[in-house]
RNA sequence: UGGGGGAUCGUCUAGCGGCAGGACUGCGGACUCUGACUCCGCCAACCAAGGUUCGAAUCCUUGUCCCCCAGCCA
């Protein structure tokens, strides 16, 4: 069968992805600054941490600043903030890009990093140690800590901060050099240890790391912290909207002081609140806890919120573009339903995705006055609203498997699948009539359901024009295959795992059932050939992704994506 | 008790002194060879109290609740 994954065929750089058709206050402000002449083009970036992989939380900031620049006709920078080489590694590195371009987006010429401007922003923190906005300090991490005050009391200063600017220049360069071991002393900007703002009580600059870093190798034994090289690092690029979330609002006076210490151009930052989605985790944290701890099999485990995961699972970039689309961007700490989320693949995915029949649970069905050892072939329509995607054949004999809950012996009020003395259609093939049910003699359980069919009713419907209401899916025993089916669930059993602050409750909270994985699955033969990554709806089941990984020729594995609606088991029945 | 933010249907989100709109969810119905899709309909909100105004979700005042900040993480 023909993949229809197109989302990974559209060359990453010509991706083109679809305007925005909402506004929120930071197109507002956009619009403003725009109207007033401040700029004349607008310029973003997305600079993510090359410590982890990306997630759906990533997506939305990601959608945010490569639309923005989409929309307004400017630009979006990928910068790696790759200020703290003992976290971050190139695995990483790579993985991002990776995403970024998946999910459609494309940074052209822009891809920078913090570490391309580590020379300047050294030679900037010399300027402050000249002006006196800058000094060498050698108390311990814990004195420094203890001298920071509370959030109620104001911080002491350091007996150190009034060293002279030779000598801080000289201990600074010293430090640069390798003279001193990890942690033994740090640059901190000289601003005000009284301040109500924790950020601006001296906050450090650089620290002593000796450690090799993905791009500057062993060139540096000093390294910025993130508060002293983001705003420099966006200065340089000349960004002028500086989109970052809620944690970093309190953070912008001290950019803002570096950047006017140094005389520099100020982008104009505006934060949003971060995404958090119901029955999943988001902190890179917890999520590596995860992968390290085995309760997923890896960042891209189809489980996983991680862009990877997704990606594996069968999400499509459209569909996750259409979330974050959806839901908006604010200040407020928001919750988004999983089912939002659930509900923007859905609607790609029944768009794209060609329909098939595969039986999850069988149970054998015997067509008592169906000729012994005659096959038959049916038409089947790979899309009933898409005749574009034209039909396939699908062989049928006396023996066919058909789903286990789709025959009821003792049928509830308003079930209108199998049950005895009842007629329902096998989709695209006959319409049968239950004639006996064969039991397990010891366990009592039905292990047979055996019909008769209407030999007037081919291709599903009766010549007499009579309405059967139930149709269900099926797969000729004779002809069907084995393949193992994963049906994915939620990750976590509550809505807010993550939200227990740092307690370790929440991964008591993981879902048991969040994977099964059944191996005893009949599906239709032309499935057997289905390429990695392609996607098909399972009719009356739910859409589904071939593995990428785990698949092998002749035998795919398939991934569950989602299910479809249910309106028949969600009234309770 | 310091500083910075935020409160609009169940969940998100529009609104920028002039009819509180949209999406998801939920409920009801139509259609149906997927109990899917699609279509139609319904339920459902301005944190509170004052004030300004012909008119307030929007402006002002007071209060309440929630989130973030005391890493040599980002």
């Not at 924790?198 to 450690?211: E, Q």
């Not at 689309?325 to 939002?340: A, C, L, Q, T």
Request: proline share 6%; aromatic share 10%; hydrophobic share 35%.
């Amino acid at each position: 069968m023909a993949n229809p994954n197109n989302s990974k065929d559209k060359g990453q750089a010509g991706a083109a992805t679809e305007p925005s058709q909402t506004t929120n206050f930071i197109r507002t402000m956009i619009d403003e600054d725009l109207r007033t002449g401040k700029h004349r083009t607008i310029v973003t970036r997305f600079p993510p941490e090359p410590n982890g992989y990306l997630h759906i939380g990533h997506a939305k900031s990601i959608c945010l600043n490569f639309g923005l620049a989409r929309d307004y006709g400017g630009r979006c920078h990928l910068r790696f903030d790759d200020t703290n080489p003992a976290k971050e590694d190139m695995e990483y590195i790579d993985s991002i890009k990776d995403s970024v371009h998946w999910l459609g987006f494309d940074w052209g010429g822009d891809l920078y990093n913090a570490s391309d401007y580590f020379g300047q922003l050294y030679a900037w923190a010399e300027e402050l140690i000249q002006k006196g906005k800058a000094y060498v300090d050698d108390l311990t991490a814990e004195q420094i800590r203890e001298y920071r005050g509370t959030l109620t009391e104001p911080g002491t200063e350091s007996p150190f901060r009034d060293r002279s600017a030779e000598e801080n220049l000289d201990l600074f360069r010293r430090m640069r050099s390798g003279e001193f071991p990890d942690g033994c002393r740090v640059l901190r900007a000289k601003i005000d240890m009284a301040s109500p703002n924790m950020n601006l009580r001296d906050p450090v600059m650089y620290r002593i790391l000796h450690a090799s870093h993905p791009h500057t190798g062993d060139e540096w034994c000093i390294y910025p912290m993130y508060d002293y090289a983001h705003g420099q690092s966006d200065s340089i690029e000349g960004i002028t909207h500086s989109i970052c979330t809620l944690e970093f609002e309190d953070h912008r006076p001290l950019y803002e002081w570096f950047l006017d210490a140094l005389g520099i151009y100020a982008p104009r930052q505006i934060e949003f609140a971060r995404l958090n989605l119901t029955y999943t985790v988001m902190s890179k944290r917890k999520l590596l806890e995860l992968v390290r701890e085995g309760y997923v099999t890896g960042w891209d485990d189809p489980r996983m919120p991680t862009i990877v995961g997704m990606r594996r699972r069968g999400y499509t970039a459209e569909a996750i573009r259409a979330f974050c689309e959806r839901i908006g961007v604010g200040k407020n700490d928001s919750w988004i339903e999983m089912g939002v989320l659930e509900d923007c693949v859905r609607e790609d995915l029944n768009q794209r995705a060609p329909r098939a029949m595969a039986v999850l649970n069988p149970l054998r069905m015997v067509i008592e006055n169906y000729p012994e050892g005659l096959h038959e072939e049916f038409d089947a329509l790979n899309h009933p609203n898409d005749p574009s995607m034209g039909t396939r054949k699908v062989p049928f004999s006396r023996e066919v498997s058909i789903e286990a809950e789709d025959f009821l012996e003792d049928p509830p009020k308003g079930f209108f699948r199998l049950a005895p003395g009842r007629e329902v259609r096998l989709r695209y093939a006959y319409i049968v009539k239950c004639t006996g049910v064969v039991k397990d003699e010891v366990t009592g359980e039905i292990v047979e359901i055996r019909c008769t069919y209407d030999p007037d009713s081919r291709g599903g419907s009766a010549a007499d024009g009579r309405k059967v209401k139930g149709t269900i899916h099926w797969v000729s025993a004779t002809h069907a295959f084995p393949a193992q089916v994963r049906l994915y669930d939620r990750l976590f059993s509550v809505q807010q795992p993550g939200s227990d602050k740092g307690g370790a409750d929440w991964k008591a909270c993981l879902n048991p059932d969040s994977l099964k994985i059944i191996d005893t699955c009949r599906m239709e033969p032309g499935l057997a050939q289905a390429a990695p990554g392609s996607l098909f709806q399972l009719e009356r089941q739910g859409y589904f992704s071939v593995d990428a990984k785990d698949s092998t020729p002749g035998a795919p594995v398939f991934n569950r994506i989602v299910t479809l609606r249910d309106s028949w088991t969600k009234s309770g029945a």
